[in-house]
C-alpha cells in the first residue's frame, strides 16, 4: 500500500512539473483530487484494511493529497505568471510610434453667429422662439400687416406650395405665432431660422437664407429700448468700437421703421457705415391682431440678416461659400468664438 502511495505522488508530481499551461494543471487535478480522481479512490479502498492499519494509512492519504495540492498552486503561480508575461510580451506598445488623425468638425459659421446671438439675449432675459419654415399665409403676411393687395409683398417675391401655404419670406410670421401663444402676456424672444425669396436675376444671392427675429412687447417700451438692444448685439458681435446709425426706413409691421447702419473705420481713417438690419415700433395693428391692446403695450422689433453678419464679422467675399460645404472653407472656423 505505501508503495501504490509513493508511486501515485511520484507520478502526480512529475505530471505537475510537465504540465505546460494551466488547462493541463487543471486536468492533472481533477485526475487525481477530485470527488473520483485516484486519491479519492484510494481513500475508497481504506475499509479493505484490517482495522489497525487504517489510521495510519489514512493519514498517508491526507499527506499524498496535500503534497499534490502544494504542487499544484506552486506549479499554477509559475504558470499564471508565464501566461501574464506572454500577454505583455504579444500587446506591447511603441509609444514613439504617431498617433492617429483624428477629424474634428467644425460648426458651420451661419450657426456660430446664431448661437453667439442666442447667448446674448438668452442672458438679458428673451427666449429663443421657433417656428414652421412652411408658413400659413396669413402669418407670414396678414398678421404683419400686409393684406393681399399690399405692394411690399411684391419686395418678397414667394415659393407658394398651394394658395394659402409658402416657404416663409421672413421670420417675422413667428411673432405673429408667439403673440398668440402669450395671449397678451409681456415678452421678449429671438428666433433664428431660414427664410426663403424667389430670386432669378442675381447669381450672388441665395434663394435660401438666414434670419434673426426679435421682438420685445411690454408697457412702457420705447425707441430707446429697442436702440439698447441693437447697440447691445452690435458690439457683442463686431466689438465695443463700434457705433451704430438709424436711418428712417419702411417696414408694414414696424412703425415707425429704420434701416440700422454699423460704424467701421475705413482705410483712410475716416468713419464708414455698413447696412446690417431692419428694425421699428411694433406697429398697433399687428399689435391689435396679435392680441395686444395697443393703448397699453408697446414693442419693438428687428431683422437681422445672419449670412450678412458673417460675411462683416469673417470677412467672407461671396454668400455661396456658406452653402457649398466645402471643407476647406469649413475647416476655418473651427475655435472661432469658443
Ligand atoms: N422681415 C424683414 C425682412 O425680411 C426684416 C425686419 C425688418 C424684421 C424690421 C423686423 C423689423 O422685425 O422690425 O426684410
Not at 417696414?251 to 447702419?261: A, K, L, Q
Request: proline fraction near 4%.
Amino acid at each position: 500500500m505505501k508503495e501504490s502511495l509513493e508511486l501515485m505522488k511520484n507520478k502526480a508530481l512529475m505530471a505537475i512539473t510537465q504540465a505546460e499551461n494551466l488547462e493541463q494543471l487543471e486536468g492533472i487535478r481533477v485526475q487525481f483530487l477530485s470527488k473520483k480522481g485516484e486519491v479519492s479512490l484510494l481513500m475508497g479502498t481504506l475499509r479493505d484494511l484490517p482495522m489497525e492499519e487504517r489510521p495510519s494509512f489514512g493519514a498517508e492519504v491526507n499527506l499524498l493529497k496535500a503534497s499534490i495540492e502544494e504542487a499544484l498552486y506552486d506549479k499554477k503561480q509559475i504558470l499564471e505568471e508565464q501566461a501574464l508575461a506572454a500577454i505583455l510580451e504579444k500587446e506591447k506598445i511603441d509609444v514613439t510610434l504617431p498617433g492617429y488623425q483624428f477629424y474634428q468638425g467644425a460648426i458651420h459659421p451661419l450657426n456660430q453667429v446664431i448661437e453667439d446671438v442666442e447667448d446674448l439675449f438668452v442672458g438679458l432675459g428673451y427666449e429663443v422662439a421657433e417656428g414652421p419654415e412652411l408658413e400659413n399665409d396669413h402669418y407670414n403676411f396678414e398678421m404683419m400687416n400686409l393684406d393681399k393687395e399690399h405692394p411690399a409683398r411684391a419686395m418678397q417675391d414667394s415659393f407658394y406650395t398651394d394658395e394659402n401655404h409658402l416657404l416663409r419670406t421672413h421670420t417675422s410670421p413667428v411673432q405673429a405665432r408667439t403673440m398668440l401663444e402669450k395671449k397678451g402676456k409681456p415678452l421678449r424672444i429671438i428666433c433664428p431660422g431660414k427664410v426663403y425669396r424667389r430670386d432669378d436675376d442675381d447669381p450672388t444671392h441665395s434663394h435660401q437664407f438666414t434670419q434673426i427675429e426679435g421682438l420685445v412687447i411690454d408697457e412702457h417700451i420705447t425707441f430707446a429700448n429697442l436702440k439698447d438692444a441693437l447697440l447691445t448685439m452690435v458690439r457683442h458681435l463686431f466689438g465695443h468700437d463700434r457705433i451704430i446709425r438709424l436711418r428712417p426706413s419702411y417696414f408694414p409691421f414696424t412703425e415707425p421703421s429704420v434701416e440700422v447702419d454699423v460704424s467701421y473705420q475705413k482705410k483712410d481713417g475716416t468713419l464708414g457705415w455698413i447696412e446690417v438690419l431692419g428694425a421699428g415700433r411694433v406697429h398697433p395693428r399687428v399689435l391689435e391682431m396679435g392680441g395686444y391692446d395697443p393703448k397699453k403695450f408697446q414693442g419693438f422689433a428687428f431683422g437681422v440678416g445672419v449670412e450678412r453678419i458673417a460675411i462683416l464679422k469673417y470677412k467672407i467675399d461671396d454668400i455661396r461659400h456658406f452653402y457649398l460645404n466645402d471643407i476647406r472653407f469649413l475647416s476655418q472656423f473651427k475655435g472661432v468664438n469658443r
